[in-house]
């Protein structure tokens, strides 16, 4: 009998033909970004006076805990690069992974292209193992490439190896994690928003442990992480169950491939009802059946974010008002420390709540490339009221997510802080911003009106927007480089003041863009 | 007014000519059989139909009407069913047929359900979990339950087992009867010739033969072998014989040959004149039909002009 994993070698070549681009940009976007926040940070910080006075912001500061866990060793630059970087960077190799491995392994087989790989001498755990071997080489990629880079930055070596592995750790917990829901779900898609509400709450736990110093920081991957310490004492006991962890996953994962049927799941499909119902039938009816699953779960996670975020908002004005660094890091500048972190958060909200509508519009093409939108098309339906049905939906999820952001953010300031004069500004911080995502939004459009085998360049744009309202500042973006992202167009409240005349060009730019696109959708080849 | 007709239809896709100068003419009530190899611009042809592609020149009109301008409004008069249908993962065959009927105008309930039925077809199962032949029938039923005046079905049959291919051909004749115009894209040459009352084939994305099946048939060579008390010399001179072969020993005297339909006459009178002893005739299958129409070298199909004229054909004979 032949090995279970016998053929894994002809699929590992299989995911690095198909994955020669994408892989290489995650291994080395991620490490570009940690290289340049590193940079940046021995720039802001290079005398004892200002790391003196960043140990003593961060150390007080909730909410830098809860996004970059318990402040260790950052009386020195390279704990203050550790801590400023890793959070990011973990996050990042952990998505990488969680894609990579889904992509390769449950999203294969639900199109049914892993069944004509199987067919051939293929082991029952050749596709997982060569989706694992990937993962596990990109994270080591990572490690090695940010330790390198960290290294070359000036920071101590051993540290910056030390650093590094616990990256590759993350990756090797996630990939394994990804793995074992693979074998769970019967989609592709559930298996990513299982893994990726696993990352969220083990982000949550370890943030929300080392906001109270309790034990829960311990319990999270990204606990671990930090407890290595790489630039103090390291303690390389961590990562035992980094990669126990790993080991855990990967038994399991195997344990469940050889307890179920290639295709199915663990998770019984459910039968579906004999008849449409009423709403089903027009073009907005279907477009709100197709994004009314991706629509919820963002508006979940979009809340219960920006409710923490502004439950914090009392915490900040008392412990950030007398250290103007941590004020410079959330890029503020002037005025009240508290309008600065609800001004920077609803910033960072609103851009991650873009991805929404980037994806949502890209389904569109998704769908003509399965032959769905051609079945559609062939009846009575004319492709405008198609495009514009689900545009709409679109356009309507989009503003109630960005409201739901700044309502949300207010009230649970409001409540923590018995704060409520506030609500309007921190409320209509995150409102403003709705120009600048419809820009991308139409962006997207534009793109799969005349550019739809590029659509998903829209991606790259939202990447871009993403990073400079996250880390522009940080990084040091020139302006014109700045000025490309639409958020740096339209105005910060409550922190400047606001002009409605940006946010006014920017919704003609955002709805010109959709016309166009549009346009271009009617004129065009469909499929 | 025809129901369909496209006249020097030309597609592109980069440097691929999908379509080169298709010909195709479909009349109201008529159910036309619309064959060719794989790749032969047949799905192509389809969605030029559906307005989903906009041809690069060549007149095309539906009902009398522009498939890409008024492609909604001509959608409510036909119903369409693709050879690999996809569907949305998350709903179910029963809301899919509804979706889709909607979409179309309306659909007949009493229909749908008699269908459902006569398909053994489970309408609450999700389409994730439908077989390719399932998935088959959900576009079938949606179609079928529609009252359309026009049928566009790219190999509608493709993964149905041969009970429900029957039933599929009891359809097709209902919907016949009540006068309904079908173009039947097909590769199972029985169900064509069950259901079609003419045939285009195409090649190359252009027309090659186009016509009733006795048509074709008329248009293709019959294989005969005579045996006759001369030596039947005279056959050679006729015109339209293919692959002559004698055999002439003392006593026997046998011949054996293809000819074109046309020459028929003049071919047997010659091997009259030799005295017949026996003879047998054989007219081409359908499937010898298509396999030549799908593999000759069809180098001299656009001087023939228009489709339904014979074209000239290779000098390579049928391999049998």
């Known amino acids: 009998m032949s090995s279970p994993v016998v053929g894994t070698h002809h699929l590992v070549r299989l995911i690095l033909r198909r994955d020669r681009i994408r892989l290489p940009l995650w291994i080395l976007g991620t490490t570009t970004l940690v290289a340049g926040s590193a940079q940046s940070v021995l720039a802001l910080y290079d005398t004892p006076e200002k790391r003196a006075g960043y140990a003593a912001t961060v150390e007080a500061s909730g909410a830098g805990k809860l996004m970059n866990g318990i402040p260790y060793d950052v009386d020195r630059t390279a704990g203050i690069v550790a801590y400023e970087t890793t959070s990011t960077a973990t996050v990042l190799v952990a998505l990488m992974v969680v894609f990579l491995v889904v992509r390769h392994t449950r999203a294969e087989e639900e199109s049914g292209r892993a069944e004509l790989l199987r067919a051939t001498v293929t082991g029952r755990h050749a596709a997982t193992a060569a989706a694992v071997l990937v993962a596990a080489v990109a994270s080591v990629l990572v490690g090695m490439l940010d330790a390198l880079a960290l290294g070359g930055l000036g920071l101590p070596w051993a540290g910056s190896f030390a650093h590094g592995i616990s990256l590759t750790g993350i990756g090797l917990v996630f990939t394994a994690l990804a793995a074992a829901v693979a074998q769970v779900t019967a989609s592709a898609r559930l298996a990513l928003g299982i893994s990726g509400a696993v990352l969220g709450f083990a982000f949550l736990v370890r943030g929300v442990g080392a906001v109270g110093d309790s034990v829960l920081a311990r319990l999270s991957p990204f606990g671990w992480t930090q407890e290595l310490r790489p630039f103090g004492e390291v303690a390389w006991v961590w990562l035992a169950p980094l990669l126990l962890a790993a080991v855990a996953g990967l038994a399991l994962t195997a344990y469940l491939t050889v307890h179920r049927d290639a295709g199915a799941g663990l998770i019984q499909p459910r039968p579906g009802n004999s008849h449409a119902s009423a709403s089903l039938g027009t073009p907005v009816g279907l477009a709100l059946r197709l994004q009314r699953g991706l629509w919820i779960g963002w508006a979940t996670g979009l809340v219960i974010t920006a409710a923490l975020f502004g439950s914090l908002g009392k915490e900040v004005r008392s412990l950030l008002a007398d250290n103007p660094e941590m004020a410079d890091l959330i890029a503020v500048g002037e005025g009240d420390v508290l309008e600065g972190f609800f001004a920077y958060s609803a910033l960072l909200l609103v851009a991650v709540a873009t991805a929404f509508s980037v994806s949502a519009v890209l389904r569109l093409r998704a769908e003509e490339e399965a032959g769905r939108a051609e079945l559609v098309l062939s009846t009575a339906l004319p492709r405008t009221r198609w495009l514009v049905g689900s545009l709409a939906v679109t356009l309507v999820a989009t503003i109630v997510n960005v409201t739901l952001i700044g309502v949300a953010m207010a009230t649970a300031h409001g409540v923590v802080g018995d704060d409520w004069g506030s609500f309007g500004s921190i409320a209509g911080a995150a409102v403003e911003l709705l120009p600048a995502t419809l820009v991308v939004l139409g962006a997207a459009v534009l793109l799969l009106g005349w550019l739809p085998r590029w659509a998903g360049l829209a991606w790259a744009v939202f990447a871009f927007a993403l990073i400079e309202a996250y880390l522009g500042d940080l990084l040091r973006f020139p302006d014109w480089l700045s000025a490309l992202s639409p958020f740096s167009h339209v105005p910060q409240s409550p922190v400047e003041a606001f002009t409605s005349a940006p946010g006014i060009v920017a919704l003609a730019v955002a709805f010109v863009a959709i016309g166009v696109g549009a346009v271009g959708v009617r004129l065009r080849d469909i499929g | ?320």
């Open chain 2, 1 to 320: 007014m025809s129901a369909i007709e496209l006249h020097q239809v030309v597609k592109t896709f980069g440097h691929v000519r999908a379509l080169d100068g298709l010909e195709l003419t479909v009349e109201p009530g008529e159910v036309q059989g619309f064959l060719g190899p794989n790749g032969a611009g047949k799905s192509t042809t389809m969605r030029v139909l559906l307005g989903l592609l906009r041809p690069d020149s060549g007149q095309a009109t539906l009902f009398g009407g522009d498939p890409w301008h008024d492609a909604a409004d001509l959608h409510r008069r036909l119903a369409y069913v693709p050879g690999d249908v996809a569907l949305w993962p998350n709903l179910s065959g029963g809301e899919v047929i509804d979706l889709l009927g909607r979409m179309r105008g309306g659909l007949d309930l009493t229909r749908r359900a008699e269908l459902l039925e006569r398909f053994e077809l489970d309408p609450t199962k999700k389409a994730r979990t439908y077989s390719k032949g399932n998935r088959q029938k959900v576009a079938l039923v949606a179609a079928l339950a529609s009252d359309a005046d026009l049928f566009l079905l790219d190999e509608p049959t493709s993964g149905l087992d041969p009970l429900m291919e029957a039933e599929f051909q009891r359809c097709i004749h209902e919907i016949k009867d009540r006068g309904a115009t079908v173009l039947l894209s097909s590769h199972i040459l029985a169900e064509v010739e069950a259901l079609c009352d003419r045939v285009s084939i195409i090649r190359a994305g252009a027309t090659v033969q186009s016509g009733t099946l006795s048509d074709l048939r008329q248009r293709t060579r019959t294989n005969i072998t005579a045996e006759t008390s001369r030596p039947a010399t005279a056959v050679g001179a006729v015109e339209g014989i293919h692959g002559l072969e004698h055999h002439d020993d003392a006593n026997h005297h046998r011949v054996s040959f293809d000819v074109d339909s046309a020459h028929l006459d003049a071919a047997l009178s010659a091997l009259g004149a030799a005295g017949i002893l026996s003879l047998t005739a054989h007219p081409p299958t359908l499937e010898e039909l298509f396999l030549r129409e799908y593999g000759d070298d069809v180098g001299g199909a656009a001087e023939g002009g228009a489709p339904t004229t014979a074209h000239a054909r290779g000098t390579a004979g049928v391999p049998r």
